[in-house]
C-alpha cells in the first residue's frame, strides 16, 4: 500500500478556515488526509500544538492564516 | 469536573453529506466513543425536527455535552448553539464538526471520504469534553453616529438617522457638503437638475439639530469597537470664525487675489477667500492660504477690513474635536480616473478633449459658461465624440465597469442637442442601461439623431489627412459591426472616465480597520446577502467607496447603512464574545510580550501589580498572546491549549 501521509492543518477561523470552506463551496477536491483544526488566528499556534501533532503521529503540519 | 454526556448528531443535509460520506457508519463510529450517550443521523439537522431531536434528547438523556456533525460552524454554528441554549444547556457546551464544506464536498472517494468524517467526529468529541460554560457579556451602544463623508450617500444616512431622534456627526474634508453629485448638471434618466434636487438635503443637513456638520474637518484616529468607538478629528483652521459669520459673502466679493476653482475642475476662478459654490452648506468661506497674499507676503487683509462681523481670524489654529460614537458609516466617494496617461486620447494635449466631470461644469448654468456649451475659444462646437469606458473595462487601468458612464453620456447627447446644433457621436464598446427606465431612455436618445458607433476608439488625433479634417480632432477607430477602420471629424471630445477608489482609501481603510477588494474600493461584509456592513463590526459603508454605483444606488445603500446603524441603536447593547483570553495574574511575571503582540491594543500593563491585564471588551479573542505567554499564564477561553490537543488527539485517530 502506498505512503498515506497524515497532515494537521492549523486554520485562522477568518481566512485559511473560510478559503477551506469556499474550497468545498466550489466542490474542488483534494486528498483527504488532511485534518483541519480551526483556531482563531494563526497566532495562536504555539510550537507545542505542533509538536503535539507530530508527537501524536502527523507526518507533516500545515499552519494557515 | 462533571461526567461528561455526549450527544453526537449526524446529518444527511439530503445527499450533500450523505452522497459522499457513509453516514451510518458514522454514527455507529460516534456510538462507540468516550462518554457518548447517544448518536443520531438525521436527513437535515438544522430544520426544526432536526433541532426538537436535540432538544429533546438534551431534556430526556441528560446530555450535557453536543456535537453536531454537519456544515461548517461558520455557517450553522450560531443556529445549533441557540438550539442547545433552547434547552437549557450553556451554549458553549456545544461542538460542530464541518463535514460537508471541508469534508464531503472536497472528497472524491466514498470510503476515505468516511474515514475522514469519523475523524472529525472524535476530534469534536475529544475537544466538547473540555468546554466549559461561558458568558457573554453585554455592552451598551453609543446611540451617536459619525457618518465620513458629505456627499450624496453621507448626507442620506445622516437624514434617516437624525430624522430618527439620533445625534449624527457628519465630517467632511472638503469647505462644504455636496460631494460629486453637487457638481453635477442634470442626472440621467430623468433629467432632474441635480442641484434642485440636492440643495433642499444639503440645507436639512446643515440646519438639522440632530446633525453637527463638521466640514473642511478629517478623521485622524479611531479607537474602540462597536458601540463605543472614539474618534479624534482634526477641524482645519477656516481662519474664518464659524460663530460670527453670517456668509454675506462681502470677503469673497473685495478680495482681489484669484485661483482656479477647484469645484470648476480649474475652468473658472474662485477668490482667495472662498466657498467652492454659492449654494455651500455651511455658507461659510475658508481662506486658502497657498493663494492669500496675506499669507504670501504680509500684506492685504481686505477681507478683514469689509467683514462687519469681524469674523476673519488669520490667527486660528487647526481644532483636534474628539467624539464618541457607537457606529460609523463611511462614505468617502470616489475620485474621477485621470486621463492624462491614456496619452493616446490626448487629455491635456488637445484643449478640446475635456473629461466627463469637466462637461458636467461647462453645461451647468452655474459654471463656469453660464451653462453654454463651447470650446476653448468660445466658439460652439459643430460636432462632438463621446468616449465611452476610458480608463474603465481596460486591463491597463480598470478592469471594472464604471457602471454609469454609458447613462451620463446619453445624457450629455441630450443636453448637446437642446443646447447646440452640433453632431453628436457615441463611440461606445457595449450599451448598459440596466436600471429603472434606462432602457427607455437610451431608445429616446437613439431618435434624436445621436450617432451610436461601436468599436474602442483607438486615437485622437489632429493630424488632418483631408481638407475637412483640417482644425479638428480626429478620432480613430474601428466600427466593429461595420468591420472598418473610421476617422470621425469633430470639434470637441469627451472622455467618459472611470470612477475609481479614492487616492487615500489605503489610509482611509487603514485607519477604520476594513479591507480594500483587489481594485481598491472597500469590501463589503458579503456581496450579495450583506452589502453595507464591513467585517468590522459597526463600520457600515455606503455609496462609491464600495464601488462604482448610480444616484438611486447610492442612496438605497446609504438609507440601508442608516438602518443598520438604527437596529443597533434600537436594540441599546451588543453582545461580546465570550471566547476571550485571560491572565491568570498569580502566573503573569509582567514580561509585557503581550502588551507589545496583541493587534487590537486590548492588554494594559497594571503599574502596581506589575502585571497585565486583558480589556474583555477589546479582546478579539484571536489567541496570540496566549502562544506568546513565556510564563503559560493566559487562558484562551474557547480554544484553551487542552481543547485544541484534545481536538489533534481526535483527527489522528
Same mark, same amino acid.
Given at each position: ?6 497532515? $494537521? ?12 470552506? *469556499? ?15 480551526? $483556531? ?8 507545542? *500544538? ?10 507533516? $503540519?500545515?499552519?494557515?492564516? | ?15 450533500? %453529506? ?31 425536527? #432536526? ?12 446530555? &450535557? ?5 454537519? @456544515? ?60 466549559? /460554560? ?42 462644504? %457638503? ?21 440643495? /433642499? ?7 438639522? /439639530? ?35 459669520? &453670517?456668509? @454675506? ?17 480649474? +475652468?473658472?476662478? !474662485?477668490?482667495? %477667500? ?86 458636467? !461644469?461647462?453645461? &451647468?448654468?452655474?459654471?463656469?459658461? #453660464?451653462?453654454?456649451?463651447? +470650446? ?124 475609481? /477608489? ?17 481594485? #481598491? ?68 511575571? #509582567?514580561?509585557?510580550? @503581550?502588551? %507589545? ?17 486583558? &480589556? ?38
Amino acid at each position: 500500500m502506498s505512503f498515506e501521509p497524515r497532515i $494537521v492543518g492549523f486554520m485562522c477561523n477568518w481566512c485559511a478556515y473560510a478559503a477551506a470552506d *469556499l474550497a468545498g463551496t466550489a466542490r474542488k477536491k483534494y486528498p483527504p488526509n488532511v485534518r483541519i483544526v480551526r $483556531v482563531m488566528c494563526s497566532g495562536r499556534v504555539e510550537p507545542a *500544538l505542533i509538536l503535539k501533532a507530530f508527537e501524536l503521529g502527523a507526518d507533516g $503540519v500545515l499552519v494557515c492564516g | 469536573m462533571e461526567t461528561p454526556k455526549i450527544g453526537v448528531y449526524v446529518c444527511h443535509c439530503g445527499s450533500n %453529506i450523505a452522497g459522499t460520506v457513509d453516514v451510518q457508519q458514522v454514527v455507529e463510529f460516534a456510538k462507540k466513543l468516550d462518554s457518548v450517550v447517544v448518536a443520531r443521523e438525521y436527513k437535515f439537522m438544522c430544520s426544526d425536527p #432536526g433541532q426538537n431531536m436535540i432538544k429533546e434528547d438534551i431534556k430526556n438523556l441528560k446530555l &450535557n455535552r453536543v456535537v453536531v456533525a454537519s @456544515c461548517s460552524p461558520l455557517l450553522h454554528e450560531p443556529t445549533f448553539r441557540h438550539a442547545v441554549q433552547e434547552a437549557g444547556l450553556n451554549p458553549y457546551l456545544f461542538e460542530m464538526a464541518n463535514i460537508r464544506e471541508q469534508c464531503s464536498w472536497t472528497t472524491e472517494d466514498h470510503e476515505k471520504a468516511t474515514e475522514k468524517a469519523k475523524a472529525l467526529v472524535s476530534a469534536a468529541v475529544k475537544r466538547v469534553r473540555y468546554h466549559q /460554560p461561558l458568558e457573554t457579556k453585554d455592552v451598551p451602544v453609543n446611540p451617536a453616529t459619525l457618518i465620513v463623508g458629505g456627499g450624496i450617500a453621507g448626507i442620506q444616512a445622516a437624514l434617516e438617522i437624525a430624522d430618527a431622534g439620533h445625534k449624527v456627526y457628519l465630517v467632511e474634508k472638503d469647505p462644504s %457638503i455636496g460631494g460629486h453629485m453637487i457638481q453635477f448638471d442634470k442626472t440621467f434618466p430623468t433629467l432632474d437638475c441635480s442641484a434642485c434636487i440636492l440643495t /433642499p438635503k444639503m440645507t436639512s443637513a446643515g440646519s438639522h /439639530p440632530n446633525i453637527e456638520l463638521m466640514t473642511y474637518s478629517e478623521v485622524e484616529d479611531v479607537s474602540g469597537f462597536i458601540g463605543n468607538f472614539k474618534v479624534r478629528v482634526r477641524k482645519k483652521a477656516r481662519f474664518v470664525d464659524e460663530e460670527k459669520c &453670517n456668509g @454675506c459673502g462681502v470677503c469673497m466679493e473685495k478680495c482681489p487675489w484669484k485661483a482656479p476653482s477647484e469645484f470648476d475642475l480649474g +475652468l473658472g476662478e !474662485r477668490k482667495a %477667500i472662498y466657498t467652492p459654490f454659492p449654494q455651500a452648506v455651511p455658507n461659510i468661506p475658508v481662506i486658502d492660504k497657498e493663494h492669500c497674499v496675506y499669507f504670501l507676503r504680509g500684506r492685504c487683509r481686505a477681507c478683514e477690513k469689509f467683514c462687519e462681523r469681524g469674523a476673519i481670524d488669520f490667527e486660528q489654529q487647526d481644532k483636534i474635536v474628539e467624539l464618541e460614537v457607537g457606529n460609523i458609516i463611511i462614505a468617502t466617494g470616489y475620485d474621477p480616473f485621470d486621463p492624462t496617461p491614456i496619452v493616446k486620447y490626448g487629455y491635456n494635449r488637445y484643449p478640446n478633449v475635456y473629461t466627463a466631470l469637466e462637461f458636467e !461644469r461647462l453645461c &451647468n448654468a452655474a459654471g463656469p459658461t #453660464g451653462g453654454k456649451i463651447v +470650446l476653448r475659444d468660445g466658439s460652439e462646437p459643430k460636432s462632438v465624440a463621446i468616449i465611452h469606458c476610458v480608463g474603465s473595462r481596460d486591463e491597463n487601468y480598470h478592469r471594472y465597469c464604471s457602471r454609469v458612464c454609458c447613462m451620463y453620456a446619453l445624457k450629455y447627447s441630450h443636453l448637446i442637442k437642446e443646447k447646440t446644433e452640433a453632431d453628436v457621436y457615441q463611440m461606445y464598446i457595449d450599451m448598459r442601461c440596466f436600471g429603472k427606465g434606462y432602457e427607455e431612455f437610451y431608445e429616446r436618445l437613439s431618435k434624436e439623431g445621436v450617432k451610436f458607433i461601436r468599436g474602442k476608439v483607438a486615437e485622437v488625433t489632429d493630424r488632418a489627412l483631408t481638407d475637412e479634417e483640417k482644425g479638428k480632432l480626429i478620432v480613430c477607430g474601428e466600427d466593429t459591426l461595420l468591420g472598418t477602420v473610421i476617422r470621425v471629424p469633430v470639434d470637441m471630445v469627451i472622455l467618459c472616465i472611470a470612477l475609481e /477608489p479614492r487616492s487615500d482609501a489605503k489610509q482611509v481603510a487603514q485607519l477604520f480597520r476594513i479591507s480594500q477588494g483587489a481594485d #481598491g474600493f472597500f469590501i463589503e461584509r458579503h456581496p450579495k446577502l450583506d452589502p453595507v456592513a464591513t467585517m468590522t463590526d459597526g463600520i457600515f459603508i455606503a455609496g462609491c467607496c464600495q464601488g462604482p454605483k448610480d444616484i438611486p444606488d447610492t442612496v438605497a445603500q446609504a438609507s440601508a447603512a442608516a438602518t443598520r446603524v438604527l437596529s443597533l441603536i434600537s436594540k441599546g447593547k451588543v453582545e461580546l464574545e465570550a471566547t476571550v483570553a485571560v491572565i491568570d495574574e498569580e502566573k503573569c511575571s #509582567g514580561c509585557r510580550v @503581550c502588551n %507589545i503582540l496583541c493587534p487590537y491594543n486590548a492588554i494594559t500593563f497594571i503599574e502596581d501589580k506589575e502585571v497585565s491585564r486583558v &480589556n474583555e471588551a477589546l479582546c478579539k479573542g484571536c489567541g496570540t498572546c496566549v502562544a506568546a505567554c513565556p510564563s503559560a499564564a493566559i487562558t484562551h477561553k474557547h480554544f484553551t491549549t487542552e481543547e485544541i490537543m484534545a481536538e489533534i488527539e481526535g483527527v489522528l485517530v
